[in-house]
């Protein structure tokens, strides 16, 4: 039986600590208990992301090591290499410490240093720490801190856990003299756990693993997460038919029990119309982990598309983090920690220039081209869904009017045919009709569909000849982050509708 692959869905720690510390002992200790309550209230594999200054962060490194050599540590360093680890910071025996755990990182990011000539050396210094501290709270699900309490300077720990406060993230921190753990926001560990799960289970990241065998692994799981959306999609969308059509058939019974007044149908409308609203009111609560399971089976489907279309880019960590999805961050983390970690991207064996045009080649047609005939497609079915509803409203509609007006004969005329009760229950009842039908337009969202796919449709025709024109790395990134920007952020507003 084939292995069914899965992919690790992590929960990334964010570290901040002060550089001068005392007790590394205890620091250490409470630091590993920390991340064992960590990763039992997530249910999550862990990964790291910190700096790499002396004390605290060196302290967490080597305890995050010491825990498991799997668990992926990314580092963010304010400048390069080179000027970080400078003789003013670092001892030698400060660098021989944390400069060997830089080689086992899952992936090193050294900031570009952005010097303002109105700035001293000092104050461009502050804002680049300033920055990195920020990097770290915006990477991270929950920050963890070794901390004395107090607001420190900007870019410090203090800081680092105000900012992280006010992101409204889950905050761990140790007190640096007593080593005692403090959690604020418990809440939100658990979640974003429950988004996690949604995913994957745990495997352990290999550093044996080929790039191409990465890829492989990401592809299998979005075609499984596109088959769940696939499956989930079409029992929603009945599901949300039904309910409209539970709500106005409850309103036609009621109508004709004052229509045929007597007892016997009037007391059997009563107990249908009891059971249909009934049915109305308990219904969601037997789609609403289907509806869910759509979304997030869609969402998760949509990142790994967008992460395998630009799998081969060089510049691919500008292009896929150029927007985050609310709530699917941690997801988006992984799978391009899945895709960096450890092994360098594709290309070898080919000439730049080769390299260049397969990745040319290889986008245009499967993201543009794949994405074109997604939205031309489904535009032309939201137009004809939207065309047969509204014309069957208005046809509804103007069989009311008719209706009406051989009631309002009948009764001028002082004749009542046989079928004259029929008649009131139908003119009563057409409106209702089309107004279920209208109804259903809003929900299914045919309307701004089919105007938003044909939209879509005429972006990407002018961005797929934006993109073949280009011929440099730089200029393929920036089309294709215009690119990846529209059609998550599509995703995203789909989300929006869809979630209501």
């Known amino acids: 039986m084939p292995q069914e692959h899965k992919v690790n869905v992590w929960f990334f720690v964010g570290f901040s600590g002060h550089r001068n510390i005392q007790n590394e002992p205890l620091l250490r200790s409470s630091i590993a208990e920390a991340l ?15 700096s790499a200054a002396k004390g605290a962060d060196t302290l967490f490194v080597e305890t995050v090591f010491a825990q498991s050599p799997a668990i992926p540590w990314i580092a963010l360093l304010p400048f390069s290499r080179e000027r970080f680890f400078n003789p003013d910071d670092f001892t030698d025996a400060d660098r021989d410490r944390i400069q060997p755990r830089l080689e086992q990182a899952a992936r090193v990011i050294e900031a570009a240093t952005e010097t303002s000539e109105e700035n001293t050396d000092k104050e461009n210094r502050t804002q680049a720490f300033v920055s990195c501290t920020l990097r770290t709270v915006d990477e991270c699900d929950v920050l963890l801190a070794i901390w004395d309490g107090t607001p420190g300077r900007p870019g410090g720990t203090g800081d680092a856990v105000s900012y992280a406060k006010e992101q409204g993230k889950p905050v761990v921190w140790i007190h640096s003299q007593t080593g005692e753990i403090k959690t604020e926001n418990p809440e939100r560990l658990a979640r974003v756990s429950d988004t996690l799960a949604v995913f994957a289970a745990p495997v352990e990241l290999s550093r044996g693993q080929t790039v191409e ?15 769940q959306a696939s499956l ?25 029990s004052l229509l045929w007044g007597n007892h016997t149908w009037g007391f059997a409308a009563l107990l249908i119309e009891f059971f249909a609203l009934s049915a109305a009111l308990l219904f969601p609560l037997f789609f609403q982990r289907t509806h869910e399971a759509w979304i997030n089976n869609r969402l998760g489907s949509e990142l790994c598309r967008s992460m395998l279309a630009v799998w081969e880019f060089k510049g691919a960590d500008v292009i896929f983090p150029a927007i985050r999805l ?14 960096v970690a450890y092994s360098p991207v594709s290309g070898q064996g080919q000439t730049p220039e080769e390299h260049l045009q397969r990745v040319k080649q290889d986008y245009s047609e499967k ?8 939205f031309r497609r489904n535009s032309t079915k939201a137009e004809r869904k939207e065309k047969i509803f509204r014309r069957t409203a208005r046809t509804c509609t103007a069989l009311a009017i008719l209706g009406v007006c051989l009631f309002l004969y009948f009764n001028i005329s002082g004749g009542h045919p046989a079928f004259y009760g029929v008649l009131k229950l ?3 009842s057409l409106p209702l009709v089309s107004a279920t039908f209208l109804s259903a337009i809003g929900a299914i969202d045919a309307g701004r569909r089919a105007a938003r796919y044909k939209a879509m449709s005429e972006f990407l025709e002018r961005a797929k000849s934006h993109f073949w024109r280009q011929t440099t790395w730089q200029e393929l990134r920036e089309v294709a982050i215009e690119i990846e920007k529209t059609l998550l952020l599509e995703v995203w507003e789909w989300n929006s509708v869809a979630r209501y």
């Open 36 to 50: 064992k309550q960590i990763a039992a209230a997530t249910h999550s594999p862990i990964a790291a992301v910190s």
């Open 213 to 227: 065998e990465r890829k492989a692994i990401i592809t299998e799981l979005r075609e499984k997460l596109s088959k």
């Open 232 to 256: 989930n999609q079409p029992r929603f969308q009945s599901g949300t038919l039904i309910l409209i059509g539970l709500h106005q058939f409850s309103i036609a019974v009621a109508i004709s």
């Open 326 to 339: 609310p709530i699917f961050e941690n997801f988006q983390h992984s799978i391009f920690l899945w895709r």
């Open 367 to 374: 993201r543009i081209e794949d994405q074109l005939k997604y």
């Open 426 to 428: 139908v003119t009563l």
